[in-house]
């Protein structure tokens, strides 16, 4: 782990120099990760690929003025919630909460296993910011001071989405971990 | 500790701090209801990590472009140790440079003729002082020709002016000659009249 974190270190630094290639490492490194907070936040396969494309762009037009390359993890997820939250926006209201779950057949085809969808679902019936926080604590691993800086909100505000989100869950699912225990 | 002051999703989320992890593990241990509470959060966790993490469907990758790679110099500015490494090759370049291309102190002066030093200097210093004798008697001679000029032109103007006032003097004089004249010329008329 940490030689990977003193690899990034150095693709950082070199991509800072104009180094194209090194960029390219850290990009292959990362895409994964972000394509996937992108898709389960915004539900979407092309918005999800296209807002990633639009993260790295940004990132790397904007990689000079990352002061700790050590922050680099927290500093892209905050690139990428800025670029999903501008998409949310653009196609939905103000102040619309995401209380559909996404359509069926879509999922459907992202998730075939039964347990997947339900979780898909269950993500779907959460807010995009009750969502969001779940993606970053439970899938991307992250300490409540990053998603705090990621998502520029007090840590209280971070753990008040996350403690409500955890609950909806628990109860949403009971029935399918219920069922998949029998 | 009792249910309401454990933060129990803190501490499944590991973010409890370490001092407080102890009394939380003991009060889970005692209490049923938090058993189970904490069992229905690591079921939940499961069942959220059971959503595979699908592959990009294209790689993200980006092409050099020329716009937008700086320039050699802007990459050498930019790069701090670089630039110090360049800095100090520089000047370690120049002391080598200096220490070859200055002349050579000790023995080879010693075989340096000091006669002939000597004599080009006094030759060089003689050369300077006639030179310098020289213009100074070149300026000398000009300031006299200037003020010798100026003194016949100031005697010019004298003489001339005591010409003019010569002829004056006497042309007064023809004139008065005159006059005097032709009084003794009218006497002399006037007492032969008389006697015609």
């Known amino acids: 782990m940490i030689f990977r974190e003193v690899e990034d270190r150095d693709l950082i630094a070199k991509a800072r120099r104009g180094h194209v290639d090194a960029y390219n490492v850290l990009v292959s490194r990362w895409e994964k990760r972000v394509f996937n907070y992108l898709l389960r936040l915004v539900g979407h396969r092309e918005d999800a690929l296209d807002l990633s494309q639009d993260v790295f762009l940004k990132a790397y037009q904007n990689l000079r003025k990352l002061e700790d390359p050590a922050k680099f993890p927290g500093w892209l997820f905050r690139i990428a919630h800025n670029e999903a939250y501008s998409l949310l926006r653009k196609n939905r209201p103000e102040g619309e909460l995401a209380v559909e779950p996404k359509s069926g057949e879509a999922n459907a085809r992202m998730f075939p296993i039964e347990l997947s969808l339900a979780v898909q679902s269950a993500l779907g019936l959460l807010s995009d910011d009750q969502r969001e926080a779940v993606l970053l604590k439970v899938y991307q691993g992250f300490k409540f001071e990053e998603m705090a800086e990621i998502l520029a909100c007090p840590v209280s505000t971070v753990k008040s989405r996350l403690y409500t989100a955890l609950d909806l869950l628990k109860q949403t699912l009971a029935p399918v971990n219920m069922g998949g225990a029998e | ?196």
């Not at chain 2, 006669?115 to 004798?133: D, F, G, K, S």
């Open chain 2, 1 to 196: 500790m009792t249910c309401s002051s454990v933060d129990l999703k803190a501490y499944f989320l590991g973010e409890i701090a370490p001092a407080e992890k102890g009394g939380v593990e003991d009060h889970v241990r005692a209490c049923q209801e938090c058993r189970e509470e904490l069992d229905r959060l690591r079921v939940t966790q499961t069942a959220l990590l059971s959503l595979e993490e699908e592959e990009v469907p294209q790689r993200i990758a980006f092409v050099s472009d020329k716009v937008f790679e700086p320039r050699w110099w802007q990459t050498i500015w930019r790069s701090g140790p670089a630039m110090g490494f360049a800095s100090a090759a520089m000047l370690a370049a120049a002391i080598l440079a200096h220490a070859y291309v200055r002349p050579v102190a000790g023995p080879v002066q010693a075989t340096v003729d000091t006669a002939q030093i000597e004599q080009r200097v006094e030759r060089e210093v003689n050369a300077r002082l006639e030179a310098t004798v020289a213009k100074a008697v070149r300026e000398s001679e000009a300031k006299q020709s200037q003020q010798f000029a100026q003194v016949m032109v100031a005697s010019e103007k004298r003489f001339e002016a005591k010409r003019q006032d010569d002829l004056a003097v006497a042309q007064q004089a023809a004139r008065y000659f005159e006059q005097q004249r032709a009084k003794l010329e009218m006497a002399a008329n006037d007492s032969v009249r008389p006697g015609q």
